[in-house]
Structures are given as C-alpha cells and as structure tokens.
C-alpha cells in the first residue's frame, strides 16, 4: 500500500491557507486541471451546440475532481487524490445547478423583490462555500438547508470567514484573468489560459474548504479518514491496558490498582487511567495515596496547560480532605487565577487564602491576597474583605499592589458601608 503525506489537523487555518497556493501543483492535479483545460478547449471547433456540451462537461470534469480533492484534504491528505473515485454521485452536476440558480435569484432580485443583485450575490457567495461542504459529505438535502448554514458557520467562527475572503478574493482574481486574457486577449491562447487560471482556482479554493474542515473537525463531530486508519494501524496500548484492568478489579482491586500504579510512574499517562486510578484507590479507602497522586496529576495538568481539569481535579481532593491545598506555588497560583475567571469564586477564595497563608514571603503573596479579598466581596462577605486588605496593607505596604488594594477598600467602604 503506497504511503500518503499527511496533514497536521493543529496547523493553523491561515496558515493552509498560504502554503495551500502549492496544492493545485501537486500529485495528480496538474495533470487534471491540464487534461481539462485542454478539453475545454474543443470548444472553438465551429460546430452549432458544441461550446455548450464541452463547458458543462468540462465544469463537471472539473468539480468531480474538486470535490474529491475536498474531501481528501479534509480526510487529512496533504496530497490531491490520484482520481475521482466518486464519479457515480450527482455532487457536481447538483452544485452547478445550485450556482446557476444562484445567479438566476440574483438577476431576478432587482426585478421581484427589489432588492439589490449585488447584495444578493455577496449573500449567495457567502453561504456557497458551506452549502458546498455540506454537499460533498451530507448530500443535497443538508445543503438546502439553512439551519445547518447557520450551525455550522457558527461552529467554523472566524475561519469561515477567513475561507469566504480567500473565495471572494479568487472570483475577483478569475474576474480579472477573463477580463485580460479571455476578453481583450487572443481569442484562442488568451482563453485557454483564462481556463487554466479558473481551473486552478477552483481547485485551491475545494482544498481549502477541505482543509477547514480538518482543522475544526472536532467541534463538527467529523472523523477523518486518515486519523482512523493510523488509530487501526496503531492500537491504543492504553486503551488495551484499561480494560485489562478493569477485568482485574473484578476479583483483585489491589492487585488493579498496582498495575496503574507502574503505568502512571513512567510518566504521561491519559486522562482515563488517572480516573480510573483514584476510583480503585477510593473503593479501597486508599485516601493518603488519592490525595498524593492528586498533588502529582494537578502539577503535571498545570505544566500541560489544562488547568480547568485541575480544578477538577482539586475539587475531588478537596472532597476527600477540605484542607487540601496544592503543594507549590507555580501550581497553585495559576489554579486559584482560573477558577476566579472561571466564576468559581469559593474554589478560588480556598486556593488564594491557602496561597497567602502557606506562602506570605512570596513575591506573589500579594496579588493573591487582593484576589481573595475579590473573591470575599463577590460572595458577599464585605467584612470578611475589608479586614483581609486592612491586613494585606499592614503587611505589604510598600508593595506596588498596595495602591490597588487601598482603592479596592475604598471602593468597598462607599458601597458596602464599612469602614475603611
């Protein structure tokens, strides 16, 4: 089986953008845009009804290949696909009808209902790209629909955008290339060469679309090909040792837990055998040991930048011992910083406090006890806030946060009635 380049689905978009300008020159699609450029051009034979024939063939040539270059990207190829392997589908021939129709709605709009065809192109042009997206995976019916333009124009965001100026920008550059070269240029070069430029187009502007797709697969639920086939070619030994454990805990729960307990000493370890960790360790009353592995996983989560699973993390420990507090400052500090953002303000209140008692000489002894004095008066505790910050200026009064933290008890003093 030959091997396939592949993507990386973490590119960023604007990024498939720039190097994607090299795609249309790649692999098979040279040769395909080439062959169809050339068959176009049978087109200036004088025969009556053959220039019609030859460019609905030709666009139907064209978007077959197009949408298996889409579909390919977006299974995770870096490569354009050998051939149109879909070639029995309708996808084509039901897109070209939706653009016709488009631009029919278009010229009529001025006429019927008033409105501008210009606004009605812009609008059209702007929901092509997922009506074509739509089409080449989830058929017609999907792609007539608009609520699933909306959905998924709203799960793609700002990309999509970023995907419908790369189009537009495209059409002018084709606009401009049938001006020059088609229009004012010589009848036959000049023409095959505005040919080859839209061709071209089309298919750098599938394998963006495809590319798009990859790259938010996760938020639409899509599973690319190539991911499958490499999780089919390398099993997940995790996944293995998992439930060779959980058929282990069914007579021997000791004997489980051992068994996880070497996995998670050789270092990074999925999240589902830390869960299952701690559920052994807790049917077994284990509690010494689940709070260590929690200060362990905690630290390693933060360094990982997935505070929001330490927080989870904290919380379970917090169960379990509501002393419990992370055992460093790099650890803890951020920790009590996301769960203020995050609107958890006891959890945040906890972790602040516990940061300035257990560390009160670090440089950031301060900015946590400002945040708990934050914290306090977001419970509704202004007493509580007051008297920390009188403390903290008593303290600290020559730290730089002692400004701030004599304006916060201002401004607690004018509107909770106490004392500053």
Request: glycine share 8%; charged share 15%.
């Amino acid at each position: 089986m030959p091997r396939h380049e592949l993507a990386d689905a973490s590119t960023p978009f604007g990024e498939r953008i720039r190097i994607g300008w090299r795609y249309p020159m790649r692999g098979a699609a040279p040769f395909t845009i080439g062959a169809i450029t050339l068959f176009e051009s049978i087109a200036f034979l004088p025969v009556t009804g053959l220039k019609l024939l030859v460019i609905g063939l030709g666009w139907m040539a064209l978007y077959t290949y197009a949408f298996e270059c889409l579909r390919h990207t977006a299974d995770g190829y870096a490569d354009p696909p050998e051939m149109a392997i879909n070639t029995t589908d309708r996808t084509s021939i039901a897109l070209i009808l939706i653009q016709l129709t488009g631009t029919a709605i278009a010229v009529l709009a001025p006429l019927v209902f008033g409105v501008p065809g210009l606004l009605v192109s812009l609008l059209f042009a702007f929901v092509l790209p997922v009506i074509t997206m739509s089409l080449a995976f989830d058929g017609v019916g999907a792609a007539l629909n608009p609520v699933i333009w909306v959905q998924a124009v709203a799960r793609l965001g700002g990309s999509y955008l970023m995907l419908f100026a790369m189009m537009l920008a495209s059409s002018l550059l084709q606009a401009a290339a049938q001006y020059a070269m088609k229009d004012h240029g010589p009848t036959f070069f000049g023409t095959l060469g505005y040919y080859l430029i839209a061709n071209y187009l089309t298919i750098y502007n599938f394998h963006l679309m495809g590319a798009l797709i990859h790259h938010k697969h996760e938020v639409l639920g899509y599973q690319p090909e190539s991911m499958a086939i490499a999780a089919a070619a390398e099993p997940d030994d995790d996944g293995t040792l998992l439930s060779h454990v959980n058929l282990i805990a069914r007579d021997d729960v000791p004997g489980a837990t051992d068994i996880l307990t070497e996995r998670l000493r050789e270092g990074l370890a999925p999240p589902a055998l830390h869960l299952r960790y701690r559920e052994l360790l807790r049917a077994q009353q284990r509690l010494p040991e689940l709070l260590v592995h929690g200060q362990i996983w905690i630290a390693a989560l933060v360094v990982g930048g997935e505070t929001r699973r330490a927080l989870g993390v904290v919380q379970d420990c917090l169960d379990v011992d509501p002393s419990f507090l992370p055992d460093d400052t790099v650890t803890c500090g951020p920790l009590a910083d996301t769960a203020a953002h995050g609107g958890m303000s006891r959890l945040a209140l906890h972790l602040a406090e516990g940061y300035l008692r257990c560390w009160p000489r670090d440089m950031g002894a301060p900015h946590y006890g400002l945040l708990a004095t934050r914290m306090h008066d977001r419970l509704g505790q202004p007493a509580e806030a007051a008297a920390l910050a009188r403390r903290l200026l008593a303290d600290y009064p020559e730290h730089p946060l002692a400004r701030d933290i004599e304006a916060f008890l201002a401004t607690l003093a004018s509107t909770r009635n106490v004392s500053p």
